[in-house]
Nanobody
Framework: QVQLVESGGGLVQPGGSLRLSCAAS????????????VGWFRQAPGKEREEVLC????????YYLDSVQGRFFGSRGKDRNIIYLQMNSLKFEDTAVYYC???????????????WGQGTQVSVSS
């Protein structure tokens, strides 16, 4: 069974940086996370979950939030079962629980992502 585990969240001051990791396990046979698109999502208190960006199987990044472009960057690790979300110039409004999700081979199909991590809290505060 595929499992995703996020890590790297924490408390940071405005303008600071964090790098979140999403580690995948439980793939069968020769599959790795390389075969899937991976999305980063976030949910702030009292708000609906929103997709931040998606990393395609060819490592292209699709941004779904204008507010993070130029500040957030997604990438795949040398360990091809790890995905990163580098977050720079963090703002108060970036405070949320961040999730990674996968389960489909293309971005733009978040509804088909049926594997989700438990989330990691990011809090931006002075």
């Amino acid at each position: 069974q595929v499992q995703l585990v996020e890590s790297g969240g924490g408390l940071v001051q405005p303008g600071g940086s964090l790098r979140l990791s999403c580690a995948a396990s439980g793939f069968t046979s020769d599959f790795t996370l390389d075969y899937f698109a991976v999305g980063w999502f976030r949910q702030a208190p009292g708000k609906e979950r929103e997709e931040v960006l998606c990393i395609s199987t060819t490592d292209d990044i699709t941004y779904y939030l204008d507010s993070v472009q130029g500040r957030f960057f997604g990438s795949r690790g040398k360990d091809r079962n790890i995905i990163y979300l580098q977050m720079n110039s963090l703002k108060f409004e970036d405070t949320a629980v961040y999730y990674c999700a996968t389960g489909w081979d293309s971005c733009g199909y978040a509804s088909k992502f049926n594997y989700w991590g438990q989330g990691t809290q990011v809090s931006v505060s002075s």
